[in-house]
């Protein structure tokens, strides 16, 4: 019965979601405790259930089939990983929302969806499958968008649409895969498509023609829309229209984190690493995600608009997440297990401090914003804290995606890969520091845009105060990886490899 947690962790948010609904508009109190306290049920449940799956125990429910496609919920090493991340940075998350919508409208709406999402995140990590998996895609468009749109300003309706767009498309590609893998299971040539450690295709033939790779291609594609991945990324930038909680969101958690996640599951759970390696994409997978890292951060030097600059560092993390995961490696993939947590902290506590920043001071270009750590130290000492730690500065815990993706290129059996990964990671991590520590320079020691300002207000504890934490987070994860985040991480690599 140890699949009723999975269950559990889906329809607590859902159900708390569904109360936040029916409290008045003008109830904020109410609203704010259900909320918090429907996110902490979910991540106490999530707690339970890691420590069963550590204990190698198995959790897997089928509840319907639909043209022989079933509905499987379904428990494992990497849905740990996943859901760890997402429950635990929600509770900061709705902290910081609840104290950042104060001053805007239509709080009952934002609340409903902004915790409803938590369950549809749970939904995606505990499907068993990819039907299950491409459901809660979907579901998770239909819950993204009122957010994007929630000011319901010209700005935020276009970017709606068009984050709808590229996730209608996404939504397409993976189903052209499902139907592909679905059709060779009914015709008997694969035994099952849940997803599992090794692959379900690992001893199917590459010789049985383009279909299978063709398939593997279009869903990859698929992911990396969602994913935010160059030339496949514009949505992202184009929603940092909506509030910083929802920005916050989007970057750390619930939305681009979920297409690397599609990625592992399809690389790693449906085809299998000796699959691609043997299919001939390797090459192209890999150049893919180091076009991604570069052109990203490059793109990113070139922002003065703060949120968008760290919109663009998040879209060259993703190639970072997604290199680890294409070079079909022990060491990278552990890696990027441990960006998938590392990231997710560093990039909440940027978007918290920016949102602080733009609310309080009513700028949002990095260039109005010289002298802001004289004005608010602890935000910016927040800020700099994930920004040194995106651009690989030890004991922050960024660092050791780059250290294990080195390792990675120097143990990928030399030829021109290794030089090239190193050299790739080498500059990536130049780049970020180039648009990263003029920011912080400019904070603490430049000239101050705000003399004379003195009515400028304080900053709010419910905003400060997460953000802080999840700084010194930052720092822990980096000092004590064996005791905190490499744990997980080995269980989803040992699982595979």
């Not at 009723?4 to 704010?32: C, M, Q, W, Y």
């Not at 859901?83 to 509770?91: A, T």
């Not at 009513?362 to 750590?373: A, D, L, W």
């Not at 040194?388 to 660092?399: D, F, M, N, R």
Request: net charge positive; glycine share 8%; with cysteine.
């Amino acid at each position: 019965m140890l699949w009723l947690l999975t269950l559990a962790a889906i329809l607590i948010p859902v159900l708390g979601a569904v109360s936040i609904g029916f409290i008045k508009e003008d109830n904020h109190a109410l609203r704010s405790k259900l909320a918090v306290f429907t996110v902490l049920a979910s991540f106490v449940v999530v707690l339970i259930m890691v420590r069963h799956i550590a204990a190698g125990e198995a959790m897997e429910m089928a509840f319907f089939s639909l043209a022989g496609a079933e509905f499987v919920l379904r428990a494992d090493a990497f849905s740990a990983v996943f859901v760890m991340v997402c429950n635990f940075l929600w509770i900061f998350s709705i902290i910081y929302a609840i104290g950042y919508m104060e001053e805007h409208r239509n709080h009952r709406r934002f609340f409903t969806f902004y915790v409803l999402n938590l369950g549809v995140a749970c939904g995606i990590a505990f499907s068993g499958n990819l039907f299950t998996l491409f459901i809660f895609y979907k579901l998770l468009t239909l819950t993204t968008f009122p957010l994007v749109a929630h000011s319901q300003t010209v700005e935020a309706r276009k970017a709606t649409l068009n984050y709808v767009y590229y996730s209608v498309a996404s939504g397409a590609m993976i189903l052209f895969t499902l139907l592909i893998l679905q059709s060779y299971l009914n015709q008997g040539f694969i035994s099952q498509l849940t997803f599992t450690p090794g692959g379900v295709l690992g001893n199917l033939s590459t010789d049985l023609g383009l279909t299978l790779p063709l398939a593997f291609v279009v869903g990859f594609l698929g992911f990396s829309i969602k994913a935010a991945m160059v030339p496949f990324h514009r949505w992202l930038p184009g929603a940092m229209v909506a509030v910083a909680p929802v920005s916050a969101l989007f970057h750390a958690v619930a939305v681009v984190n979920t297409g690397v996640f599609g990625v592992v599951r399809l690389v790693y759970y449906i085809y299998g690493p000796d699959w691609v390696a043997a299919s001939g994409l390797y090459l192209s997978l890999v150049i893919f995600a180091i076009i991604t890292m570069i052109l990203a951060s490059l793109r990113a030097l070139g922002e003065d608009e703060l949120k968008l600059r760290l919109a663009y560092s998040t879209i060259s993390q993703m190639g970072y997440l997604t290199l680890g995961t294409v070079l079909l490696m022990p060491a990278a993939l552990t890696g990027t297990m441990l960006h998938l947590f590392n990231h997710a902290f560093l990039k909440i506590t940027l978007f918290f401090c920016a949102g602080m920043i733009i609310s309080m001071t009513g700028r949002t270009r990095i260039s109005q914003m010289g002298g802001i750590g004289k004005k608010y130290p602890r935000t910016m000492k927040a800020f700099s804290i994930a920004a040194l730690g995106l651009v690989g500065v030890p004991p922050i815990c960024g660092y050791l995606i780059k250290l294990y993706l080195l390792r990675a290129g120097i143990e990928v059996g030399g030829g021109f890969l290794t030089p090239l990964i190193i050299s790739i990671v080498l500059i990536s991590a130049v780049l970020n520091a180039t648009y990263y520590l003029p920011i912080i320079i400019k904070a603490f020691w430049g000239e101050n845009d705000f003399a004379g300002e003195d009515n400028l207000p304080e900053e709010k504890p419910l905003l400060l105060y997460p953000a802080m934490f999840l700084a010194f987070c930052c720092i822990l994860l980096g000092l004590f990886p064996t005791f905190t985040t490499s744990p997980l991480a080995e269980l989803v690599v040992n699982s595979i490899f």
